[in-house]
């Protein structure tokens, strides 16, 4: 069988490309981190990729060009002043597309989530302001799976699963300036991931690190096949990066590695 | 040669941490009578252009990259 091909995409300043595509090697793909200047067609020939040529294009966290300006303003602005419309095209394909914090950021700012209407939002309908505590919070969460079936990045996720894995951001608060955000992410079956607290109940802060709305973690475009979500999947492949793993973790796999499975899995079928 | 400042800012009604805990932090050091604090970032801009076109380069800056309309409003002025 043919392995699925990912597409890390990676510019000064990502710094979760090598466990992304670690985390997708893992689950049997066939992946490799691409810098943008890699996707132009003034790349030599030796270094030269076609975003089409892959399966999944993924978008790793980081700090993407220092995260100045806003925190994923920079690589959106260098995607679509390059690849823009190549990227449109991967996700309006139905192809996988996975943003990680930092990712997701971007993705947002480029318009690809929440993409309502199904195509890139032509102008912002998210925002992703500094975290209500004013400060960078790096701790592991408990996300608990919300979707109905529509996102295909999560479909090995069991409905209602909580996971826990790390987040790591200082601009995590997600804002809208559509007063129906939440309802409407909702009637689509656009919410992924919602934070969770300790006895699974709404999240208040610490465990909604950010103080976003609603305690949304991760959503997905209508279609389902863009997924943008805040903590960090891929540091959780294995048993051993699990917080709990000497407190009676059971499972032999980490939390994260079914999205990577979904994400792949679903491209095999 | 002209100019410009990008004055940039957040809407009103979005929480401001970085400023809320700006003026916490005075107060903290003994400043007395600070009624309201916000954080605002400017970019200065010098361009090669009549003073009328680089105010016009500007609002296209903000409106490609600077701004995020969602949560921040700006001004551009000629100096």
Redesign the interface.
């Known amino acids: 069988m043919q392995k699925a091909s990912v597409c890390v995409l990676r510019m000064e300043g990502t710094n979760c490309e090598y466990e992304t595509v670690n985390a997708f090697k893992a689950v049997g793909a066939d992946a490799e981190a691409v810098h943008i200047k890699q996707l132009s067609e003034d790349a030599s020939p030796e270094f030269r990729r076609d975003l089409e040529g892959y399966d999944i294009l993924a978008i790793p966290g980081g700090a993407a060009g220092g995260d100045y300006v806003r925190a994923g303003a920079l690589f959106a602005a260098r995607i679509r002043a390059t690849v823009g419309k190549e990227v449109d095209d991967f996700a309006e394909s139905g192809k996988p597309v996975l943003g990680i914090c930092n990712g997701f950021q971007t993705l947002a700012e480029l318009g690809l989530l929440p993409a309502f209407g199904g195509k890139a939002d032509a102008e912002p309908v998210i925002a992703f302001a500094a975290n209500a505590s004013a400060r960078f919070e790096c701790r592991t969460v408990r996300i608990r799976h919300e979707n109905k079936g529509s996102c295909r990045c999560t479909s090995r996720v069991p409905a209602g699963a909580v996971l826990e894995m790390p987040v790591a951001c200082g601009e995590g608060r997600l804002i809208s300036a559509d007063p129906d955000f939440i309802g409407r992410l909702e009637d689509n079956d656009q919410i992924v991931f919602r934070y969770v607290g300790p006895d699974d109940g709404e999240a208040e802060y610490p465990w909604n690190p950010s103080g976003t709305q609603s305690g949304v973690a991760a959503i997905c475009n209508p279609a389902g096949n863009v997924l943008g979500i805040m903590p960090h999947p891929e540091r959780v492949m294995t048993r051993f990066t699990h917080p709990a793993w000497t407190r009676g973790y059971a499972s032999e796999q980490g939390d994260g590695r079914a999205i990577f499975e979904s994400a792949v899995g679903n491209l095999l079928k | 040669m002209a100019i410009i400042d990008i004055r940039i800012e ?1 809407k009103k009604g ?2 401001d ?2 400023g ?2 700006t003026k916490k932090t005075l107060e903290a050091l003994g400043f007395e009578g600070i009624e309201d604090l916000k954080s605002v970032k400017v970019y200065e801009v010098t361009l090669d252009m009549t003073a009328e076109e680089a105010r016009q380069a500007g609002e296209e800056m903000c409106r ?3 701004v ?5 409003r700006y001004s551009v002025t000629v100096r």
């Open positions: 957040l979005v929480a941490p970085e809320a805990n490609k990259l600077l995020n309309p969602v949560i921040q």
